[in-house]
């Protein structure tokens, strides 16, 4: 049971929809919907198509450091106003993220391995974070009940994704099953998020 010190401490922090606005409630719906429905997707392909998955989004990464790394060194080559030790780093930056790229796409299989094992880590201490937020953040809206779950279960599926033992197939398909889930939780959330306080919106408009 909390105490009123607790409640008063984390209140600053709540995300109640009773004090939002319109476009507010709409933006954290559309928020929590995105990124549901992305959830949702990416946790369906990588538990039913694991290893496609894996290496797809393994050359993605490369093609995306190739893009950036050659960025950061025409950033340090054709910058004039920058100081030459400022350039040297985004040459040196750069020249890094290219190295890291033509691996990964050359090697997806091999960087896909490396990849799972790094963002299994990763996303779990990023699903604890994530879960400790939606708790503090639950309020009192009529969408508490749902925040304070998803906030249980991403803190939960966050240490099991931590501590479960280091095989790449375990992880990815925690990770996947994880991702349905949460994705599906989030989607809930939006939906039901600022609905008592937009139908008292509408209901006062109407007086």
């Known amino acids: 049971m909390s105490s009123p010190q607790s409640n008063t401490v984390f209140a600053g922090f709540s995300l109640d ?12 719906r559309t928020t929590l919907g995105i990124s549901g429905a992305v959830a949702l997707i990416v946790g369906i392909m990588i ?13 993605i990464l ?14 340090g080559i054709f910058s004039k106003g920058i100081s030459g030790g ?22 997806p299989s091999e960087s896909a391995v490396v990849l799972g094992i790094f963002l299994g880590i990763l996303i779990g201490i990023l699903w604890i974070v994530e879960g400790v937020v ?20 991403s803190i939960i599926a966050g240490i099991v994704l931590l501590f479960s033992p280091m095989f790449v197939v375990v992880l990815w398909w ?11 939780i989030q989607i809930v959330r939006a939906f039901r ?7 008292s919106d509408a209901a006062a408009a109407t007086t």
């Open 62 to 75: 490369g093609i995306y450091l190739i893009i950036a790394g050659l960025a950061y060194v025409g950033l």
């Open 134 to 153: 939606a708790l503090v953040q639950s309020g009192d809206a009529p969408s508490k009940g749902w925040a304070i779950f998803f906030g249980i279960l």
């Open 86 to 107: 400022a350039r040297a780093l985004d040459i040196i930056l750069g020249v890094l993220f290219v190295i890291g790229g033509v691996v990964a796409v050359t090697n």
């Open 17 to 28: 929809s009773a004090n939002l606005s319109k476009s507010a409630i709409n933006t954290v």
């Open 47 to 59: 538990t039913f198509w694991p290893k496609n998955s894996a290496v797809v989004l393994t050359v």
């Open 193 to 199: 998020f600022g609905r008592g306080a937009t139908s």
């Open 174 to 184: 925690i990770l996947g099953i994880s991702l349905i889930v949460l994705g599906i």
